[in-house]
């Protein structure tokens, strides 16, 4: 663990101990998380006490799923499930990728982030199957473009009212209820609005628990989050970094020896 990955522990243990923080999550979707990095985030999220939520790439998301697996994660979601059959087959792939014997150590979320799924919520609900999933987690950028909103939309009362339809049917499953999507100190008022109906909010990389995450330090515990993040991204550029260093170093080696007899025996190069 470098220098660097140690101040993150330190950051995640502040979040955990002060302001209710509960997880950290990394995305096999729209982030693009590759798999060394979620084993050195993995690595950072145990040290300080915590746990690892991986959303996968798409709803029967296989190989990403048995990643996870073998990572060792808490969390599993599945993106832009807007169907009963969309659902269904999610919870087949995750029955596929994790034995029986270890599915009672990972719950199993799904994003309800476009209106066309709010509008199949009551037929998802109804399979079957429903006991297999643990929450719901309600997007709110996704859920503003699938309405034609901009992102600064993410607040307004319509998306509130989504967010109350949501989570109130979800309840009624017995599923935990959590929110993602624009999550900054403007987004309190909507969060605190909700009340008992949200379990858990997120920013980009961090899971907060609720309601104690609601109290006066929120905007605080949302600024370290953001904090936590950039501290991420600096890892992450210093350690690809450090690989296009060493790359760079061996193709000047290799252009000054051999450019010439490489193409003096036929061959081609860039």
């Not at 697996?69 to 993106?79: A, F």
């Not at 719901?136 to 989504?162: F, P």
Request: aromatic share 6%; glycine share 10%.
């Amino acid at each position: 663990m470098n220098e660097l990955e140690r101040k993150m522990v330190l950051q995640l243990e502040d979040l955990r101990q002060n302001h209710h923080v509960i997880g950290v999550k990394a995305e096999f979707e729209a982030e693009g998380t590759r798999l060394e990095e979620a084993m050195r985030l993995k690595d950072v999220v145990s040290s300080a006490g915590l746990k690892l939520t991986i959303k996968v790439g798409g709803g029967e998301a296989l190989r990403d799923m048995y990643e996870a697996r073998v990572i060792g994660v808490e969390r599993v979601v599945g993106p832009m499930i807007e169907s009963a059959y969309a659902l269904h087959k999610f919870l087949a792939a995750a029955s596929l990728a994790f034995p029986e014997s270890e599915r009672g150590d990972v719950q199993f979320a799904v994003n309800v982030e476009t209106i066309t799924a709010v509008e199949n919520l009551d037929g998802m609900l109804a399979l079957a199957e429903i006991g297999e999933l643990d929450g719901v987690v309600l997007g709110r950028v996704d859920m503003t473009g699938s309405l034609g909103l901009s992102r600064e939309g993410v607040n307004d009362q319509r998306i509130l009212d989504i967010a109350r339809r949501v989570f109130q049917a979800a309840k009624g499953k017995d599923l935990e209820c959590a929110m993602g999507g624009g999550v900054a100190k403007e987004a309190l008022p909507f969060m605190r609005d909700l009340g008992d109906l949200l379990d858990r909010y997120e920013t980009r990389k961090v899971i907060f628990g609720c309601p104690a995450a609601l109290g006066d330090d929120a905007e605080a515990g949302i600024l370290k989050a953001v904090g936590f993040e950039l501290m991420w991204l600096k890892n992450k550029r210093d350690f690809y970094g450090s690989i296009y260093e060493e790359d760079r170093t061996r193709i000047e080696m290799l252009e000054a020896r051999y450019a010439r007899l490489i193409e003096k025996a036929g061959g081609m190069r860039e």
